[in-house]
Structure formats: structure tokens, C-alpha cells
């Protein structure tokens, strides 16, 4: 049985406070607002990529899309590889070092320069996602399965306070800017993305220190064909294991809504609703800070009422949302829709990661390669859940449409995960 050790407990939520920076200021918040100002002249769109003219919103949105099914293609490979070297830790600092040094990269973006300023956003990308496969793959060798669920959420909320405290001071720098010294807000925009990756940099290096080395599992012949075996042995393990598969493909389900929502949700606020970008950045905060109490609080009443409960109380919360953002017509109305947003945000993710580890055979040593899976199956549902409702929209001219396409992701999801057998590794545990 695993004992808990607070001390590797705390380094291995500090790598979620390090690289939630990322998703907060990269993806959701400040990039793409400067993304759209620097690539945008006189209302023209359209931007010159390596001699094509493509829409920048489209290229963006493109570049995301390569770098998660290039992921999706090298991850299960590399799981495999360091399962058996026992190198998770090597394989986390890699891809923390790709991405926080390509943050920084985003520092000499200006707009002229558009082919820089892809590459490294797509190597952001897979830096942040490809590490967050070793990440996800620790929890189960380091925490006591009764405790799986809260110190999940607690590293998500570590990863949300964290990552509004730099949002919170690079939003003070660009407002004050002139006050500050600086001519015009270009500079200290950038400033953000400099700091980005040195706090990305910076506080990983608590996690690496601290961090037991990951277990070796004996093998023979070369570890890059074994790859490729325990890639299908996990394949196989699935048909044995279906309760695995079942939530695999609930996930999936929901998850195409959860991240599409996450990614989406400022765009559709600016475009159906006309909101200004303070407002959107206070509704972006919103969101960040009740997920905090949110994951702790859906993780207290998994560890009463069993994981499968909390998950399906989550998802038709997520279905109300979905079809209130069909209806909301002002700001106060979207505030408060951003509020419940926010209060299943972390709780959906945090439960998600726990409730996969909790299904995991027993005494399971390839814990990398069967986390491969859950985020293969979480940035291939990534991808198409932004591209339908941008189809959706496309086609019927509303994006208010396309919060009914997503409405549809929870409900089948959530008809997925009723059909997961609860035999007692779901259950709540106590203290």
C-alpha cells in the first residue's frame, strides 16, 4: 500500500501552480487578445503563413489542432518508453523546458514575424500537454487511493491560484502601463509571456527536486518497440478492463464539451454578447477562482456519495449550462452563467484525472502508458469539440447554435458513465 508523503504530495501539485500559467494567460486570456490585435489590419484577417493567406482565427486554430494530434500520435509511444526506463521525470522536464523556453519565444512576436509566433505557440502546446502525461501518471504511484480525489483537486486548485496571481499582475502592468513608463501597451503584453515561462521554469524546479524517481520496470530488447507493445497491451487491457473503456469513452464524450467551453467561452462572449475585453477578463477570472472551491467541493462529495455520482450531478450541471448560454442576452447574465461554469470546471477535472487512477488495475507499474489514453483521449476530444462548434456555427450563423451541439456531448457522456459498473474502487473513502 502506498503511504502518503506530504512532502511529494505538495511538489507534485507545486508542477500544476508552475504550468497552469499556461492555460490561463497562453491559451485562454492574454495571447489570443494579442494574437488578434497584431494580426488584424484595417478589419483584414487574413495573414500570409510560409506564402499561404489563411484567416488568423482559422490558423490559430489550425496550429492548436496539429500540435494535439501530434500528441496524440507520439505520446503513447513515449509512455511506454519511460514506464519501463522509469524516466517519467526525465520526459515531464523535457517537455516543461519545450514549453516554458517556447513561451518565452512569444516575448519577440510582434505580428510581422507570423510563422515565429505559430511555432511557438504549437510548441507551448505540446510542451504543457505532452507534460502533463508524466504529471497525470505520478498520482497513482504517489498517492494512497483514498486520497486520490483531494490531492487531484488540490493540484488543480494550486494550479488556479497560482495562475490568477501572475494573470492578476500582468493585468495590472498592461493597464497601468503609461504609468509604469512604458509608450504603449505592446511591450508589457509581451512582458507577459516572458514571465509566463520563467515562472513555468521557475516553480517546476521544486517538483523535479523533491520528485521520487518513477519505478523501472524490467525488460528486455529496445525500449522504443516496447513502446509500441505496451501500446498494445493497454489496447487489449481495455477489453478485460471495461469499466476503463466505459469511462474512456464517457470522457471523451463530455470532455469535447468541458474544453471547448474553456477555450471558447470568451470568444462567444464577445461575439453574441458584445462584451469588452475587461469584462472578459473578469469573467475569465471568475471562472479561475470559484473552480478553486469548486474542486474541493465535488471532491468531498465523491469521498461520501463515490465518484460516479459526483461526476453525473457535475455533467447535467454542464447540460443547464449549455443550454442557459442559448438564452443569456447581458452581462450580468453571463457573469453569473461564468460563476456555475467555474464551480464545475475544477471539479470535472480534478474528479476525471482521480477517477481514472482509481480504475487502473491493481498494482498497475505502466502507469504512463495507461495515462496515454486518458490524454489522447482528452486532446482528441479537444480537437473536435472546438471544430464542431466552429462547424456549427459556420453553418447556421450563431454560435448560440453550437451550445446546443455541446449540450448534446454531456448528455451522451453522461448516458455513457450510467452505464459504469460502480464495483467499490468508486466509492467514497474515508479519511
Known amino acids: ?33 494579442y494574437y488578434n490585435a497584431v494580426t488584424s489590419k484595417n478589419g483584414v484577417t487574413n495573414v500570409d503563413f510560409f506564402g499561404f493567406s489563411i484567416n488568423n482565427s482559422v490558423l490559430l486554430a489550425y496550429s492548436l489542432a496539429f500540435s494535439f494530434f501530434f500528441l496524440s500520435v507520439i505520446l503513447p509511444v513515449l509512455s511506454g518508453i519511460a514506464d519501463y526506463s522509469g ?49 497525470d501518471a505520478y498520482l497513482p504511484e504517489i498517492a494512497p487511493k483514498e486520497k486520490m480525489d483531494i490531492i487531484s483537486a488540490k493540484g488543480y486548485s494550486m494550479g488556479y491560484i497560482g495562475s490568477v496571481i501572475l494573470m492578476t499582475a500582468n493585468i495590472v502592468v498592461i493597464i497601468f502601463h503609461k504609468d509604469l513608463g512604458f509608450e504603449n501597451v505592446d511591450l508589457p503584453t509581451r512582458l507577459a509571456f516572458l514571465c509566463v515561462g520563467l515562472w513555468w521554469m521557475g516553480f517546476s524546479q521544486i517538483t523535479f527536486y523533491n520528485l521520487p524517481k518513477s519505478k523501472t520496470i524490467e525488460t528486455e530488447g529496445s525500449l522504443f518497440s516496447k513502446g509500441y507493445q505496451e501500446l498494445r497491451k493497454v489496447l487489449k487491457s481495455l477489453k478485460v478492463h471495461k469499466d476503463i473503456k466505459t469511462f474512456l469513452t464517457s470522457f471523451f464524450l463530455y470532455n469535447m464539451g468541458v474544453q471547448t467551453v474553456m477555450y471558447l467561452a470568451a470568444t462567444f462572449a464577445a461575439d453574441e454578447l458584445k462584451m469588452e475585453t475587461n469584462s472578459l477578463i473578469t469573467t475569465i477570472l471568475i471562472i479561475q477562482l470559484v473552480a478553486i472551491p ?46 456555475v461554469v467555474g464551480l464545475v470546471m475544477g471539479g470535472i477535472q480534478a474528479l476525471s484525472r482521480a477517477t481514472y487512477s482509481k480504475l487502473l488495475p491493481e498494482n498497475t507499474q505502466d502507469t504512463a502508458s495507461f495515462f496515454s489514453f486518458y490524454d489522447v483521449a482528452f486532446y482528441l476530444s479537444s480537437a473536435l469539440g472546438t471544430l464542431s462548434f466552429g462547424f456549427v456555427q459556420q453553418v447556421t450563423g450563431s454560435m448560440r447554435n453550437s451550445t446546443i451541439a455541446l449540450a448534446i456531448y454531456f448528455i451522451a457522456g453522461l448516458v455513457v458513465l450510467l452505464r459504469l459498473k460502480d464495483n467499490g474502487k468508486l466509492k467514497g473513502y474515508a479519511s
Open 87 to 135: 524516466k517519467k521525470k526525465s520526459f515531464l522536464k523535457v517537455f516543461m523546458y519545450i514549453g516554458s523556453i517556447s513561451c518565452m519565444g512569444l516575448f519577440w512576436f510582434t505580428g510581422k514575424n507570423i510563422e515565429w509566433g505559430i511555432i511557438c505557440s504549437v510548441l507551448a502546446s505540446i510542451g504543457y500537454a505532452g507534460g502533463l502525461v508524466f504529471y
Open 294 to 339: 469548486g474542486a474541493y467541493l465535488f471532491a468531498k462529495l465523491s469521498k461520501r456519495n463515490g465518484n460516479k455520482l459526483s461526476i453525473s450531478i457535475m455533467l447535467v450541471i454542464w447540460i443547464f449550462i449549455c443550454f442557459a448560454a442559448y438564452l443569456v442576452t447581458n452581462e450580468s447574465q453571463f457573469y453569473l452563467l461564468a460563476f
Open 1 to 33: 500500500m502506498i503511504q502518503e508523503n506530504k512532502k511529494v504530495i505538495n511538489a507534485w501539485c507545486m508542477y500544476d501552480w508552475a504550468n497552469s500559467v499556461y492555460s490561463l494567460v497562453i491559451t485562454s486570456a492574454i495571447f489570443p487578445a
